[in-house]
């Protein structure tokens, strides 16, 4: 990786061709840099002392002295917060009509489904759930701002994924996204139908919701490609 780095380019053979040029001029190859066998020998008896791994971690599941001081709750179950802006209980385990209760099954099929989003080819993780800061004048952060958090304090996306009500607002809220019901509108927009009413993506999957109608995502060729995104796949 190193030699690639230094040559700038990845289509060589480091082994055959000069991955740069000394002063004079004359090609430098990687076997030019690499150790002998023997220097990296002497290195290693310089080194490898088990006394300092021994030293340097026999108080690593202890924490520093600013670990240790933290207070913390106890016992059996977390106390969740409801005020808490980071982490709240998530409603999916909740029972009652949760999703996820053993008995819950998806339909076999779905009528009068109407589309909740349309978007064309390569559509990533990050445009579907974004990753990045979280901005002031977007759903998310009109909700943290409306709990009286600071601008300065909305931190990112990924910081407040144990926050359900901030990342449901950060659906298809990437700015680059552009969902084909509401080309002109900014992430995380969409067309409430059939009154084609313009509104947050979380409003009309709420509002759909309410009304009994189920809800598709339209995506093109390569829809959620990208890296894992555990809200991206919910």
């Known amino acids: 990786m190193v030699a690639y780095a230094i040559a700038g380019r990845i289509d060589i053979d480091p082994e055959c061709d000069p991955i740069g040029h000394g002063a004079d001029g004359r090609p430098v190859f990687l076997r030019d840099l690499w150790p002998e066998p ?17 030293e340097n971690y026999a108080d690593a599941y202890q924490g520093t002295a600013e670990w240790r001081s933290l207070e913390a709750p ?3 179950l977390y106390p969740w917060d409801p005020s ?7 409603p999916f385990f ?7 209760r053993d008995e819950a099954r ?20 990050d445009h579907i759930s974004p990753a990045g800061e979280i901005p002031r004048d977007g759903e998310a952060g009109r909700f943290l701002a409306g709990l009286g958090v600071a601008p300065s304090d909305f931190n990112a996306f990924t ?12 659906t298809f809220a990437h700015p680059r996204t552009r969902n084909l019901l509401a080309p002109d509108a900014p992430g995380g927009s969409t067309l409430l139908l059939p009154e084609r009413r ?15 109608v189920p809800v ?11 890296s894992s995104r555990d809200w991206a796949a919910t």
């Open 74 to 76: 106890s016992g059996p």
């Open 38 to 54: 023997a220097e990296v020998q002497r290195l290693l008896e310089l080194t490898r002392e088990p006394r300092l791994y021994a």
């Open 106 to 125: 998806l339909p076999d099929a779905s009528e009068r489904a109407r589309a909740l989003a349309v978007f064309g080819d390569a559509l990533s993780t």
């Open 216 to 226: 598709i995502v339209l995506g093109g060729r390569d829809y959620g490609m990208g």
């Open 159 to 170: 910081m407040r994924r144990g926050n359900h009500h901030v990342m449901v607002r950060g």
């Open 198 to 212: 313009p509104c947050p993506v979380h409003e009309a999957a709420r509002a759909y919701a309410e009304a009994g």
């Open 94 to 100: 909740g029972g009652g009509d949760s999703p996820l």
């Open 84 to 90: 808490s802006t980071y982490l709240l209980e998530p």
